[in-house]
């Protein structure tokens, strides 16, 4: 019998992985939300530390400032202005103050409305002068 008499069965199977791309584009895209927002809430070499697992992160600092903010009159001006101006002002005011921690290597932990909180000296990559500036 020769091959061409043969009778040849042949089999395709063809999977749609399109929803599989769909997750793995998701599941990329809320790992890096999720990565984006540790670094706002922890700095960076903190970040690092505790995404390679350690659970106790303390560590000792000699020359550390610490800097909170608070506007004086911040309720009774918003009772005046409208919340167009009051956000206006406040996003000016935050930007300013992100502006001198970039400037001057200081680690912003957290704003509520118009509370500012950051930490300069706490870091050994950081700038060791920063009582001096």
């Known amino acids: 019998m020769s091959f061409y008499n043969r009778k040849t069965k042949i ?6 992985i399109t929803n599989e791309k769909k997750q793995t584009t998701l599941i990329a895209d809320e790992k890096k939300k999720s990565e984006e927002l540790l670094l706002n809430i922890l700095p960076l070499p903190v970040a690092i530390r505790l995404k390679q697992g350690e659970t106790s992160i303390c560590e000792k600092f000699n020359d550390v400032t610490v800097f909170f903010s608070d506007m004086v009159g911040f309720t009774v001006m918003s009772s005046i202005m409208s919340p167009n101006e ?16 970039e400037k001057y290597y200081i680690d912003k932990i957290k704003t509520i409305g118009d509370a500012y909180f950051c930490v300069a000296g706490a870091h050994a990559s950081r700038a060791s002068d920063h009582t001096e500036e």
């Open 11 to 16: 089999a395709c199977f063809v999977k749609d």
């Open 86 to 101: 009051l956000i206006v002002l406040l996003n000016d005011i935050v930007h300013n103050f992100d502006h001198l921690t």
